[in-house]
């Protein structure tokens, strides 16, 4: 299709954490209007590249049905888009809005569709390498999409209301939007993510009768960062989670209960470390008895942790989420979807493509078998950290 291909020559264009806040200060129709209009060309480009991606497939992947069918929806996204004028009028803008918000929803199950359309396909025809690949940059272009329509969604919904209420929204802990957060408090966003954590340990292991790990957070505790609390939020529960599942699964009940009460204090810890220049580290330490070195790949242990070792180090017997909380922004994700990321071995992937989206930013694991685990997740410092489009685009 010539159009694709029109589209797909263009280079997608990085978005940062300035540029998003930028169209929250001061709103008004006209930043609006950019926005609208901007988002609108993005996503018709971001979707063209993928579209040439799965057209490049061995045609035995390309015929899976599961594969199939997350290729007809992003060729309907495609169309859907390009039928859209120039967005010029609030009127125009309200009907790209609720196109936007059909396709965040049709798209909410595309990464568990990939997951089990590649799992069925043999290694002779499409090897781990390639999957790898694909699936890397079909994850890390979700994610920018959905930032891009979701903020454009909020900006929306913000400038629908009172004056008051805009400017409220625009001191407020939100940073003029509810998308991004240039003054997240990292202890805050720890202790969200701790309860949230223990809530799963309980209702998992609710026939032990053993209470969760208790969480000691130390460090900087009041340290700011400029984020998308959606995606550190969705890092830092995985890591607790998975951190206090293998803590309980690696000992006996009996032994773990005599156990708690006698390491209680070193059994789950959290440490931030602050540095002007490299951000933000949120460090998720754990003495539940480590990684094997068979299951830990070398590169875990010296880089970001790559998604083979954390499709093998995740822990998905019962995966249970807490249920979404009554007016709480920050989930990402839809309960029954993330169930299946569970069950697919896909939420801690996803979570290092979150941590690794921006630039700078990163996930690494150091393990010494038989004691425990340190899980690393970098926030970059700054507003004007950008996407890595290059990095993602650059690996297929």
Known sequence: NSVVERYAERDPR????????????????DKVLVSANFVREELLVR??????????LPFIVGTNPHIAHVYGLYWDAFDAL???PAVATLDANAALCDLLSALLDSHMPVIPHLAIGLSEIPASHFSAEDVDRF???????RIGRRVLGEHHLALTANFTRTWREQQAKHHGASGGDRIVNLRCRADRLVEHCSTMASAWFSETFSSTGIAPPRVVVDGHLHALIACIPSHAEYVLYELLKNSM????KNAAPEAYARWRERR???QRELLNKVGPASGLTFRVSDTGGGIPNSVLAPSAT????????LLRCEFTDGAVV???EEGHEWRPWKRDIHLRMHHLGLALPMAASFARYWGGGGLALHSMHGYGTDAYFRVPAGEGIEEDVVGWENKL
Do not use: Y
């Open 14 to 29: 990085p978005i940062s954490l300035r540029q998003l806040t930028s169209l929250g200060r001061s709103l008004n129709r």
């Open 135 to 141: 699936m890397g940059a079909m994850v890390f272009s």
């Open 47 to 56: 979707l063209a590249r993928r579209i040439q991606d799965f057209q490049q």
């Open 322 to 324: 807490p249920n979404e």
């Open 82 to 84: 390009l039928a859209v």
């Open 264 to 266: 209680l204090e070193g």
């Open 302 to 309: 010296s880089s970001d942790a790559d998604t083979a070792t």
């Open 245 to 248: 599942a293998h803590t309980f």
